[in-house]
């Protein structure tokens, strides 16, 4: 039994995370616009053996999905029968770096290194015109004049703002955004986004509690901060990245329950707290990862508070998930 048992553990250490997690079949997107043509170039790879390059197995000629065999071999493509391009491997990111990092401590990329299991191709390719040329990219355009709608989880918010003892930092988590896009052009578009961010803060009375029992538990924080907040940016996108500038208004509040003790058994809590409400700048980078889900990240400096009339400092930071309708 302890053989056995040695022998499995032995083989899972031996084999390469892409052995394990990698498929040897590949799936990938390949669509275009109406007047462009793609096809594979099978030309290079007649004599070749299917254990070393396939060139495509069609799964649904409607979906453009096809699956190439993971090789580190380019695929060529000829465009409208006259142009060549050619998708091009890199390491698969999973399986070569974090799972061998993680389960390996690096150990399997050395097997790894000349399997092409390790190998994948670009995912998502969307072949279109842009200045006259034909280009790859990613996801097909959005129309210009279109309009869409978007949903936001803010996950992790960063704060630095004033309390009535000075500023602070602090930080909190999830919340809720939505937002409307206009598209100016294809890579261009106007957006607002109006947000809330989740505040555990429950006020505790000023007067005197007995300290017995569960009478001593409420639910909430001692300390709070969260945000609410409209912003109007203009944006850009790019085949991997979307980023934006614009303004934004928001309402910033700071909660706190100072506990005194009375005596061992009593004590009484003060609660205070601190609102602005402030002008400032938004900027926002999405790292774009399907048509419709973008992970991102929220800075919005803030200069101006109209509620207490002066110029003060203060920022929001807040990292999201995306979803685009």
Not at 118 to 137: A, C, G, L, M
Not at 188 to 195: E, K
Not at 235 to 243: A, D, G, L, Q, T
Request: hydrophobic share 35%; aromatic share 18%; charged share 20%.
């Amino acid at each position: 039994m302890r053989k056995i048992l040695f022998l499995f553990v032995f083989s899972i250490v031996l084999n390469s995370c892409a052995n394990i997690i990698n498929h040897p079949f590949q799936k990938i997107h390949i669509n275009h616009d109406p007047d462009i043509s793609i096809r594979v170039d099978t030309s290079k790879y007649l004599y070749r053996s299917s254990e070393i390059y396939n060139v495509f197995i069609p799964k649904n000629y409607v979906e453009r999905d096809f699956y190439f065999l993971r090789s580190r071999n380019e695929i060529p493509l000829i465009i409208n029968e006259t142009d060549t391009f050619k998708l091009k491997p890199h390491r698969s990111y999973f399986a070569y770096w974090f799972a061998n990092i993680y389960t390996t401590y690096g150990l399997g990329m050395l097997i790894d290194y000349t399997n092409d299991k390790s190998f994948e191709y670009p995912i998502y390719n969307y072949f279109t015109r842009v200045d006259s040329q034909i280009k790859n990219v990613r996801f097909k355009p959005i129309p210009e004049k279109k309009v869409k709608f978007t949903i936001g989880l803010p996950t992790i918010n960063f704060f630095q703002l004033q309390t009535d003892n000075g500023k602070i930092n602090s930080a909190s988590g999830l919340g809720i955004s939505a937002g409307v896009e206009y598209f100016l052009k294809k890579n261009i578009y106007l957006s607002m986004n109006i947000g809330v961010t989740m505040s555990l803060y429950s006020k505790s009375n000023d007067t005197i509690n007995e300290m017995h029992g569960f009478k001593d538990f409420y639910f909430g924080s001692n300390n709070s901060s969260s945000a609410k907040y409209l912003n109007f940016r203009v944006n850009k996108i790019s085949p991997r990245f979307e980023y934006g500038l614009g303004l934004t208004l928001t309402n910033l509040n700071w909660h706190s329950n100072k506990r005194t003790d009375l005596t061992d058994s009593t004590y009484f809590y003060t609660p205070a707290s601190y609102k602005s409400l402030n002008l400032g700048l938004t900027s926002d980078l999405r790292l774009r990862l399907t048509t419709n889900f973008n992970i991102g990240i929220q800075y919005q400096p803030l200069f101006f508070d109209f509620q207490h009339k002066k110029y003060n400092y203060q920022h929001f930071i807040t990292t999201e998930l995306i979803w685009r309708f």
